[in-house]
Nanobody, 123 residues
Framework: EVQLVESGGGSVQPGGSLRLSCAAS????????MSWFRQRPGKGLEAVAG???????DYASSVKGRFAIAQDVAKNAVYLQMNRLKPEDTAMYYC?????????????????WGQGTQVTVSS
């Protein structure tokens, strides 16, 4: 059974940091493109960061320079370090996985999803 389990969300003040984790199981992690999506209140799903099977990261322009994605293949885990958080980063964050995709791929194409973890940035 495929599972993606996110953790690490919470409430933080603007300018603060959070680290999200995604634990994967049930598929060959090392061959998949792993991505973090978010859904802000009243908005659609937005890809914010992804990491290819060779370890190359990619970022949406809205988070570039503030967020960093990393993976630990030995632990089947992917992480999203979020720094200098802004109120507009408030969203439900989801981990997603699929082979042969990129950060520009539609969310429809991702076959594996986690349940999400809430991030709230507010003073």
């Amino acid at each position: 059974e495929v599972q993606l389990v996110e953790s690490g969300g919470g409430s933080v003040q603007p300018g603060g940091s959070l680290r999200l984790s995604c634990a994967a199981s049930g598929f060959t992690f090392s061959t998949h493109f792993m991505s973090w999506f978010r859904q802000r209140p009243g908005k659609g799903l937005e890809a914010v960061a992804g990491i290819y099977s060779d370890g190359r990261p990619d970022y949406a322009s809205s988070v570039k320079g503030r967020f960093a994605i990393a993976q630990d293949v030995a632990k089947n885990a992917v992480y999203l370090q979020m720094n200098r958080l802004k109120p507009e980063d408030t969203a439900m964050y989801y981990c997603a996985a699929n082979c042969l995709l990129t950060l520009n791929s539609s969310w429809h194409d991702f076959g594996y999803w986690g349940q999400g973890t809430q991030v709230t940035v507010s003073s």
